[in-house]
């Protein structure tokens, strides 16, 4: 990839004081199109989609139906109406987790790396009788495929949904979602992936996958904040009920009762984020030019020479598996006797280096570890340049060594 050219497309980036972002795995910055095509929804035809018949109305009900076109394309989906707009991936989730009509005793199956987004939409289901049962992974943080295998054997003819995580947004660990979901098939339970660590960064093909349901968002794509995505096999997405009706779901209402539209109107329900849509597709198409391969390989080398230049520092430790190969674009790392809070704000301070820092969401594994304050995380995307690595080495270790002494 020429990453030069790349760069040059986001606005964030290009002056001389630009950050060192690595703070990817929360946001990704946007492409010059991608603010283009939100400033001109609203100067150009500022209207509301699938409504108003005037000349703006139709203009937007046409950018609605080619983004869903266009993103069904994107994840290998041949039916556009099983794109369903969300507002960010915890509503997908929480769509199916609160649509389905559950039985007392069923079994949800997670990972015990899970984004409380995939793991509270659960919990909660335990006020139905729906128990969650968490698979506990290897100790370099790999996926146990047996131990899954051998959970959902256990659970019999109760296990009515496994949801699992694609790519740690924790560790960039990804789980081998093909293999777990035969096996989730074979003892008859739905799947459900949470692709958002996965789809901005890898080529994810649902039918590759095998999967029933994937939900992500669209911020970690280049596309505005506000937009998310669920996907979903037909006939799983028309039985679910709708946890936000009204407006846009029906056919016909009266004061005895409704009847819910087809999908995908069904589960959209209130007037959609049309500028996010239009930023969507500008981020759909700008990603189209490029191999979503090419682009975990650039930020598997840009984790390469983070992981490769801080591994050896005094109290610090990598989590997850050695290779940064396994880790993707993710580096977390965990802080003994240094506040992971502090070093954050120092890695701004001293060379505009942007991390994040803290639990990640993903407080059931730090509170099963007993790790308080979390990890310091760098996260690439495939802008991230040599430089970004190495200004992101050089003041860490500084930060290290200082306070280590
Ligand atoms: C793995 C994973 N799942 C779910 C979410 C929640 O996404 P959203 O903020 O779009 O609801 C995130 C966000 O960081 C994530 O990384």
Redesign the pocket.
Known sequence: MDIAAFRKRFPALVDSDSPAYLDN??MTLRPDSVIASINQYYSLNPSCGGRSVHRWGLSVSQTVARTRKKMASHIGAENPSEIIFTP????S?NQVAHGINWREGDVVITSDRE?N??LVPWLKLAELGVELRTVKSHDDNTFDIENFENICAEVGNKLRMVSL?H???LDGVEIPVKTASKIAHDHGAIVHI?G??SVPHLPVDITDIGCDLL?F?I??MLGPTGM?VLWGKEHILSELEPICAGGGTVTDADKSGYSLKEIPSRLEGGLGHYAGISGTEAALDFLSNYDMQKFAEQEIRINNIISEGIKNLPNVEIIGPESARERGGICSILLDGIDVQNAGILLDEMDSVFVRSGL??VNQWFNDKGIEQGSLRASAYAYNNDEDAKRFVDSFSEIIETLSR
């Open positions: 795995a929360c960010n991936a915890t509503h989730i984004h987004s995939n995580v790519v740690g947004n949470d958002a660590q939900s968002c911020h970690k998310g990640h969401c």
